[in-house]
């Protein structure tokens, strides 16, 4: 049994709500609505809890997170920790002189999505009039407001080609940092992967522009390339691996180990209150179903990378495999590899045949339309 350690990260997911609706989103097609959300005072004795556990970074997401009132709040109650604080937000819809209180506070850090290097692009992945500019107008406050700045870019069909346009974005804006996120397939994504996949000519396409802005930019921009899992060789480690340093937690209070592990259906997650963070890390089985090397089946039991990969997505095998402790169809290992060339081949054949058909955006009221397109 690999030593288990404390956690290092937590994302916290405060809230569902948001004003975009982008069909790449990673949150569960079933949104918790306002009223199901942790109050105040739970989400600050749940910090604490987790600063006691050995938590020193927490990434506050959503959902869009501005859209909690008490935001303030739970920054200054991380910040009085000493726990570094990351605002993962749309960047729409904030108030004038929030960025700065936020700074105030304590905030650490601002991490900016872009749906689209181009105002265009970004208004119809998502499906919100005017959002570019309003995007624009964050990152310069946050600057303004002494405050580090990430460019987030999630990647697919619709936006790869923009890939330098997002570093000269990037540059434009004064961040330290730019992460070409391309699309992880859980949630929303799941559902319109076949609009969102990319063909692998424009991925490898991308590797080269970022491999090449990397050695030029040293010093100026760090640039985070996210591989997409369906055109690689290796999986990469979910969350540093399952339960291994990292955990998350959803609006209502619902303790996972990376947040598509709902859809798992034979685990049962426990919420904070029913026990302590402490005890739900140490002891959740869910959490320890796939913790460690222990669980693996072969080829991944006796793989040489069974400690750099741990084994892969739990979920991408639930979703692909119909068995989350099966082998990463992501891995060249898995003999269900062949697996994703063809969901690539799939995803292609119906973008030709469904070119103009819109996405099926984030929101609620739309489930008989996801299920027929995950059916």
């Given at each position: 049994?690999?030593?288990?350690?404390?956690?290092?990260?937590?994302?916290?997911?405060?809230?569902?709500?948001?004003?975009?609706?982008?069909?790449?989103?990673?949150?569960?097609?079933?949104?918790?609505?306002?009223?199901?959300?942790?109050?105040?005072?739970?989400?600050?004795?749940?910090?604490?809890?987790?600063?006691?556990?050995?938590?020193?970074?927490?990434?506050?997401?959503?959902?869009?997170?501005?859209?909690?009132?008490?935001?303030?709040?739970?920054?200054?109650?991380?910040?009085?920790?000493?726990?570094?604080?990351?605002?993962?937000?749309?960047?729409?819809?904030?108030?004038?002189?929030?960025?700065?209180?936020?700074?105030?506070?304590?905030?650490?850090?601002?991490?900016?999505?872009?749906?689209?290097?181009?105002?265009?692009?970004?208004?119809?992945?998502?499906?919100?009039?005017?959002?570019?500019?309003?995007?624009?107008?964050?990152?310069?406050?946050?600057?303004?407001?002494?405050?580090?700045?990430?460019?987030?870019?999630?990647?697919?069909?619709?936006?790869?080609?923009?890939?330098?346009?997002?570093?000269?974005?990037?540059?434009?804006?004064?961040?330290?940092?730019?992460?070409?996120?391309?699309?992880?397939?859980?949630?929303?994504?799941?559902?319109?992967?076949?609009?969102?996949?990319?063909?692998?000519?424009?991925?490898?396409?991308?590797?080269?522009?970022?491999?090449?802005?990397?050695?030029?930019?040293?010093?100026?921009?760090?640039?985070?390339?996210?591989?997409?899992?369906?055109?690689?060789?290796?999986?990469?480690?979910?969350?540093?691996?399952?339960?291994?340093?990292?955990?998350?937690?959803?609006?209502?209070?619902?303790?996972?180990?990376?947040?598509?592990?709902?859809?798992?259906?034979?685990?049962?997650?426990?919420?904070?209150?029913?026990?302590?963070?402490?005890?739900?890390?140490?002891?959740?089985?869910?959490?320890?179903?796939?913790?460690?090397?222990?669980?693996?089946?072969n080829p991944c039991k006796s793989c040489e990378r069974r400690e750099i990969d741990w084994?892969?997505?739990?979920?991408?095998?639930m979703a692909i495999a119909g068995d989350a402790a099966a082998t990463d169809p992501a891995?060249?290992?898995?003999?269900?590899?062949?697996?994703?060339?063809?969901?690539?081949?799939?995803?292609?054949?119906?973008?030709?045949?469904?070119?103009?058909?819109?996405?099926?955006?984030?929101?609620?009221?739309?489930?008989?339309?996801?299920?027929?397109?995950?059916?």
């Amino acid at each position: 049994m690999t030593e288990l350690l404390p956690p290092i990260g937590m994302l916290a997911e405060l809230t569902h709500r948001c004003p975009l609706q982008c069909p790449y989103c990673s949150n569960p097609t079933e949104l918790l609505k306002a009223n199901r959300e942790l109050d105040t005072e739970t989400w600050l004795y749940l910090f604490r809890q987790a600063a006691d556990l050995g938590v020193l970074q927490v990434h506050l997401s959503g959902g869009e997170p501005t859209l909690r009132r008490d935001l303030e709040q739970l920054v200054a109650g991380l910040a009085a920790r000493g726990v570094y604080t990351n605002l993962i937000t749309a960047g729409v819809g904030i108030a004038e002189g929030r960025i700065e209180a936020l700074a105030e506070a304590g905030l650490d850090h601002l991490q900016l999505s872009f749906q689209g290097a181009k105002p265009a692009t970004t208004e119809l992945v998502s499906n919100h009039a005017g959002s570019h500019e309003k995007k624009l107008e964050t990152a310069r406050r946050a600057r303004a407001a002494g405050l580090p700045l990430t460019v987030n870019a999630p990647i697919h069909r619709h936006n790869i080609e923009e890939v330098p346009a997002f570093i000269e974005l990037a540059l434009s804006l004064g961040a330290e940092r730019l992460e070409i996120a391309n699309v992880q397939y859980s949630g929303w994504a799941l559902v319109n992967r076949d609009t969102l996949m990319p063909d692998r000519a424009a991925v490898d396409r991308q590797a080269e522009i970022v491999e090449e802005a990397r050695e030029k930019l040293i010093g100026i921009l760090n640039i985070d390339l996210v591989t997409p899992d369906y055109f690689a060789t290796y999986p990469k480690p979910c969350m540093g691996g399952w339960a291994r340093d990292a955990f998350m937690v959803a609006p209502d209070g619902t303790v996972l180990p990376c947040h598509a592990a709902a859809s798992i259906p034979h685990l049962t997650f426990e919420k904070f209150g029913e026990r302590t963070l402490a005890e739900i890390w140490r002891d959740s089985p869910a959490f320890n179903s796939f913790r460690g090397t222990d669980w693996m089946q072969n080829p991944c039991k006796s793989c040489e990378r069974r400690e750099i990969d741990w084994g892969g997505c739990r979920c991408q095998a639930m979703a692909i495999a119909g068995d989350a402790a099966a082998t990463d169809p992501a891995c060249a290992k898995s003999p269900l590899h062949a697996r994703m060339a063809r969901l690539i081949g799939e995803a292609q054949a119906s973008a030709r045949v469904r070119r103009d058909e819109p996405f099926v955006y984030r929101r609620i009221g739309a489930a008989a339309r996801r299920r027929e397109l995950v059916e």
